[in-house]
């Protein structure tokens, strides 16, 4: 599958033989495997998933001393 855009004046110069042309141009150009994302995305990717886990492990240590701060406060009651 692929996308081109054809230039024409008129909607009769688009014929089956200038699309398929076209897409022969676009799949010569292809590469034949999947391109590999760059070290450099994945390091970003990686450094996301680590700040969301650090910030997920604080919010649990948050609701942690906030219960404990509760539980302290109703003992002393």
Same mark, same amino acid.
Do not use: Y
């Given at each position: 599958?692929?996308h081109v855009?054809?230039n024409?004046?008129?909607?009769d110069?688009?014929? &089956?033989e200038v699309?398929?042309g076209e897409?022969?141009?676009?799949q010569?150009r292809?590469?034949m &495997?999947?391109?590999?994302?760059s070290?450099?995305?994945?390091?970003? &990717?990686?450094?996301v998933v680590?700040?969301?886990?650090?910030?997920?492990?604080? @919010?649990r240590?948050?609701?942690?001393?906030?219960?404990?701060i509760e @539980?302290?406060a109703v003992?002393l009651s």
């Amino acid at each position: 599958e692929s996308h081109v855009f054809i230039n024409a004046e008129k909607v009769d110069e688009v014929t &089956e033989e200038v699309i398929a042309g076209e897409h022969s141009k676009v799949q010569a150009r292809a590469p034949m &495997e999947r391109v590999r994302r760059s070290s450099r995305s994945a390091e970003k &990717e990686e450094t996301v998933v680590q700040q969301q886990r650090d910030h997920e492990d604080d @919010m649990r240590a948050r609701l942690n001393r906030s219960e404990s701060i509760e @539980m302290a406060a109703v003992c002393l009651s």
